[in-house]
């Protein structure tokens, strides 16, 4: 079965740089793009980006330009999205999302990292 | 960029109620809509595709329609289950996606 697994929480001060991981399984990974997608405490779902697994081409939302990147490792299944600059607005729950080909639209989803910035 | 307006952000409803909530794009985006549900502490669900196809395994009293800029999700019987936060999700601007500001379902 398809799974998405994150890494875990993580508490940063202002200005530091964060890196979360999704490790996919259960499908073949370079078959499928993965989204970035993020919910501030209370709020709702903003999208960051996507990645092709398979060639490592990237997309990012112009509001995230300059300051995210995201990466994989196909000899471990594992997307990257690694924020920098951080300030107390980027405190939020940070999802991976597989993008469903026939669909356009997510369908599996990891469980979310949480990130903090606090100082 | 293509904007989303969900409508209304929030509502109390009765179990048995007719629920229906309205995203309005900023341009027209044909059919690329998608609705998702989401509850406390849990990843969002897919329940609508292409404005107006049921998810497999979501109850039939889930529907969308629409098309252009206005499309609505309703739930015809609202169920204690059903009490959750509805998003619409537009993917026209592929690979960009917006999604709406969402919609609170509480209990009335």
């Known amino acids: 079965q398809v799974q998405l697994v994150q890494s875990g929480a993580e508490v940063k001060k202002p200005g530091a740089s964060v890196k979360v991981s999704c490790k996919a399984s259960?499908?073949?990974?370079?078959?499928?793009?993965m989204h970035w997608v993020r919910q501030a405490p209370g709020q709702g779902l903003e999208w960051m980006g996507i990645?092709?697994?398979?060639?490592?081409?990237?997309s990012y939302a112009q509001k995230f330009q300059g300051r995210v990147t995201m990466t994989r490792d196909t000899s471990t299944s594992t997307v990257y999205m690694e924020l920098s600059s951080l300030r107390s607005e980027d405190t939020a729950v940070y999802y991976c999302?597989?993008?469903?080909?026939?669909?356009?639209?997510?369908?599996?989803w990891g469980q979310g990292t949480l990130v903090t910035v606090s100082s | 960029d293509i904007q989303m307006t969900q409508s209304p952000s929030a509502m109390s409803a009765s179990v048995g109620d007719r629920v229906t909530i309205t995203c309005r794009a900023s341009q027209g985006i044909s059919n690329y809509l998608a609705w998702f549900q989401q509850k406390p502490g849990k990843v969002p669900k897919r329940l609508i595709y292409?404005?107006?196809s049921l998810q497999s395994g979501v109850p039939s009293r889930f529907s969308g329609s629409g098309s252009g800029t206005e499309f609505t999700l309703t739930i015809s019987s609202l169920q204690p289950e059903d009490f959750a936060t509805y998003y619409c999700?537009?993917?026209?601007?592929?690979?960009?996606?917006?999604f709406g500001g969402g919609t609170k379902v509480e209990i009335k």
């Open positions: 259960g499908y073949t990974f370079t078959n499928y793009y």
């Open positions: 999700l537009q993917h026209n601007s592929y690979p960009a996606l917006t």
């Open positions: 292409a404005a107006s």
């Open positions: 990645i092709n697994p398979s060639g490592g081409s990237t």
């Open positions: 999302a597989r993008l469903d080909l026939l669909l356009a639209t997510p369908d599996y």
